[in-house]
């Protein structure tokens, strides 16, 4: 199974921009459907992106032309560039892989403020 720890999160003004990545430990990362998923206070987790192993992503429509997912499995890493920040991005952000089973990484704070 992989291990997961997330970096690059941090405070960013409104129309900024941020790169999170997601470094993965253990078998197979290139097996594993990787996901960025998000939660604000006070509300659920919401999945923001996926990208699968065959390289397909999709993105929620809140993010669609701002974000994107990308991983390189020759380093184990999944990243999520985000552009155009919106206050409303604000959030933990956490990396999920998934092959039958979920795992997940502790999360990292981006908060979008002036």
């Known amino acids: 199974q992989v291990q997961l720890v997330e970096s690059g999160g941090g405070l960013v003004q409104p129309g900024g921009s941020l790169r999170l990545s997601c470094a993965a430990s253990g078998r197979d990362f290139s097996l594993y459907e990787m996901n960025w998923y998000r939660q604000a206070p006070g509300k659920q987790r919401e999945l923001v992106a996926t990208i699968t192993s065959g390289l397909s992503t999709n993105y929620a429509d809140s993010v669609k032309g701002r974000f994107t997912i990308s991983r390189d499995n020759t380093k184990n890493t999944v990243y999520l560039q985000m552009n155009s920040l919106k206050p409303e991005d604000t959030a933990v952000y956490y990396c999920?892989?998934?092959?039958?089973?979920?795992?997940w990484g502790q999360g990292t704070q981006v908060t979008v403020s002036s």
């Open positions: 999920n892989a998934w092959r039958g089973y979920n795992k």
